[in-house]
Structures are given as structure tokens and as C-alpha cells.
Nanobody, 126 residues
């Protein structure tokens, strides 16, 4: 049984930083892809960043240069370091995982993933 639990969300002023964590359990695939998504009220869920078992990362254009995705295999934990936060980054952030391989073009698509966390709220004030 795969479980994903996000933490680290909160309120921060524009220009500030946050680090989100996603603790995974029961996730033991040799090939995998894990990602962060976000959804603001009235908007579609969008892919933010992804990482696979080989270390290849993919980022949405809106966060390139500001966000960094990483994974600590020893701790079974996925991270999203968010720097230079902007009000438009405010959203519920979700951790997602796929038990297998996906092409890079599909890694920021929500339909690619079959495991999801409950989300953690990020609010950025101007």
C-alpha cells in the first residue's frame, strides 16, 4: 500500500522560501517518477516539477530557476525547495508518484500518476 504524506507548507512573504517534503511508504519500485503538482482555486491542476530514478528533472517554465526538486532515497522522502516565492505560487501543493517509467513529455501531466498525497497549502503574500 503506497502512502504519500506532504508537509512544510505555510504562509510566507513574497521573495521568501519554503521547503516541502513528501514522505513515501510502501513505494519500492526500481523504476519510478515522482512529481509535485499545485492547484489554486478556480484553476486546473498543473505540474510543477518531476524527478525519476535516474535523477532526470523536469520543471514548469514558471518555476525554472526558483524551485528545485530532489529526493533522499535513504529517507524515502521527496523535496521541493522553493525560493523567490511569488503570490502566483499560492496553491495547494500535491505529491504524486508513478510505479514505472513515463516519457518526459508526460511527466507534468496529472493523468500520468496513480498515487497522490493529501496536499499541503502554500500561501504567498505580496
Amino acid at each position: 500500500q503506497v502512502q504519500l504524506v506532504e508537509s512544510g507548507g505555510g504562509s510566507v512573504q513574497a521573495g521568501g522560501s519554503l521547503r516541502l517534503s513528501c514522505a513515501a511508504s510502501g513505494y519500492t519500485y526500481s523504476h519510478y517518477c515522482m512529481s509535485w503538482f499545485r492547484q489554486a482555486p478556480g484553476k486546473e491542476r498543473e505540474g510543477v516539477a518531476s524527478i525519476d530514478d535516474t535523477g532526470i528533472t523536469t520543471y514548469a517554465d514558471s518555476v525554472k530557476g526558483r524551485f528545485t526538486i530532489s529526493i533522499d532515497n535513504a529517507k524515502n522522502t521527496l523535496y521541493l525547495q522553493m525560493n523567490g516565492l511569488k503570490p502566483e505560487d499560492s496553491a495547494m501543493y500535491y505529491c504524486a508518484a508513478l510505479g514505472g517509467w513515463a516519457g518526459r513529455a508526460s511527466r507534468l501531466s496529472s493523468t500520468t500518476y496513480n498515487y497522490w498525497g493529501q496536499g499541503t497549502q502554500v500561501t504567498v503574500s505580496s
